[in-house]
């Protein structure tokens, strides 16, 4: 069974730093892409980048790139979305994703929810 | 960054029809064709429709993508009270080089 697993829910402050993980299990992690997606509070879905885990490649959003950093760690399946310097606007539930050879969405994390405030 | 456009709401009543539709242009929806997603309230979104218009295992059957032109449509038939959801619409753009996801339809079944 194919299954995504985020880690858990987070408060920070503002300007702190943070690293949110998404553990891929049930199937080869390296062939198939990982995005992760933004949905703010009571707002649609947003897509950030996706990475390909078999080298990292990693394309963004023009929105989200120098905002935030995807990687992947092939060698337990785990696919990361960090901040190094988070701000209010931040405040959102991130979903990682697996992404087909044929650019659809087919299994999803549970979410992560993210919460700024000072 | 361009999105889709999905009309912001529809009503139906229990055991109707209900049409959703998702307009892009010739470089994602026209070319790529796009999958649908349902959003439970509280939940990760769910694939309903692949870009093909095929079904994931474990869909039912009720759920009928399709495509004309930059328009790709979602019907849902017999409408059931657990159909009540958010549904999004998502496409790669090969202009952008960016998936673009639809704006979102929340259905209500009255």
């Known amino acids: 069974e194919v299954q995504l697993v985020q880690s858990g829910a987070e408060v920070k402050k503002p300007g702190e730093s943070l690293r949110i993980s998404c553990k891929a299990s049930?199937?080869?992690?390296?062939?198939?892409?990982i995005s992760w997606v933004r949905q703010m509070p009571g707002k649609g879905l947003e897509w950030m980048g996706r990475?390909?885990?078999?080298?990292?490649?990693?394309i963004y959003s023009p929105s989200f790139e120098g905002h935030v950093t995807i990687s992947a760690d092939k060698s337990i399946s785990t696919a990361y979305l960090q901040w190094s310097s988070l701000g209010a606007s931040d405040t959102a539930m991130y979903y990682c994703?697996?992404?087909?050879?044929?650019?659809?969405?087919?299994?999803w994390g549970q979410g992560t929810l993210v919460t700024v405030s000072s | 960054q361009a999105g889709l456009t999905q009309p912001p709401s529809v009503s139906k009543g229990l055991r109707q029809t209900a049409t959703l539709t998702c307009t892009g242009n010739s470089n994602n929806v026209g070319k790529q064709g796009a999958g649908w997603l349902q959003q439970h309230q509280g939940h990760p979104p769910k694939l309903l429709s692949y870009?093909?218009?095929d079904r994931p295992s474990g869909i039912s059957e009720r759920f009928s993508a399709s495509r004309s032109g930059n328009t790709a449509s979602l019907t849902i038939t017999g409408l059931q009270p657990e159909d009540e959801a958010d549904y999004y619409c998502s496409a790669w753009d090969s202009s952008l080089s960016a998936y673009v996801f639809g704006t979102g339809t929340k259905v209500t079944v009255l």
């Open positions: 870009r093909n218009n």
């Open positions: 049930g199937y080869s992690f390296t062939s198939y892409w």
């Open positions: 990475i390909d885990p078999t080298d990292s490649y990693t």
């Open positions: 994703a697996r992404i087909t050879g044929y650019h659809d969405f087919d299994y």
